[in-house]
Nanobody, 117 residues
Framework: QVQLVESGGGLVQTGGSLRLSCAYS????????MGWYRQASGKQRELVETISSGGKTNYADSVKGRFTIARNNAKNTVYLQMNRLTPGDTAVYYC???????????WGQGTQVTVST
């Protein structure tokens, strides 16, 4: 069964950094785009950024210049380096493989990121 497993979240102070990881047990991982999404309490899930199979990235305006997505196809893993974190970044972070307006897999458990003042 194809699974998404996110890790790396935690509690950090404003201005700090975290690196999230997402392992995806999809044998065709290297051929598909991946994305990071987040859902703050009481809000809808939103796109953070995506990376295509060829390495092209797309960022939400709110994270441009602070977050960097990367992938390691040999490890079936996608990463999210988050710098200069603010309380507005507090959310549960998820990864998935976008496919048009849908996603290739069920959502994983996500990883909680909490940024304190």
């Amino acid at each position: 069964q194809v699974q998404l497993v996110e890790s790396g979240g935690g509690l950090v102070q404003t201005g700090g950094s975290l690196r999230l990881s997402c392992a995806y047990s999809e044998r065709l991982f290297s051929t598909i785009g991946m994305g990071w999404y987040r859902q703050a309490s009481g809000k809808q899930r939103e796109l953070v950024e995506t990376i295509s199979s060829g390495g092209k990235t797309n960022y939400a305006d709110s994270v441009k210049g602070r977050f960097t997505i990367a992938r390691n196809n040999a490890k079936n893993t996608v990463y999210l380096q988050m710098n200069r974190l603010t309380p507005g970044d507090t959310a549960v972070y998820y990864c998935n493989a976008p496919f048009g307006d849908e996603f290739r897999s069920s959502w994983g458990q996500g990883t909680q990121v909490t940024v304190s003042t």
